[in-house]
């Protein structure tokens, strides 16, 4: 949905509407935690290793 927003900022550009979205963004999509973004790493790098395991990429 926040892409949805972007999108729409981008296509037509409203200064109030950028102002009142800049300031709700943050809301519906936090930055993460340095924790937080290395347990997606990780959480990343084991399911596309898992993926590649499946189709028989990894040697």
Known sequence: MANMFDLMLETNPNPTLASTWQA?????????????????????DQHSF??????NLNV
């Open 24 to 44: 709700l963004r943050p809301t519906f999509v936090p930055d993460p935690t340095p924790e937080e973004q290395a347990d997606l790493e990780r959480w990343a």
């Open 50 to 55: 898992d993926f590649f395991d499946d189709i």
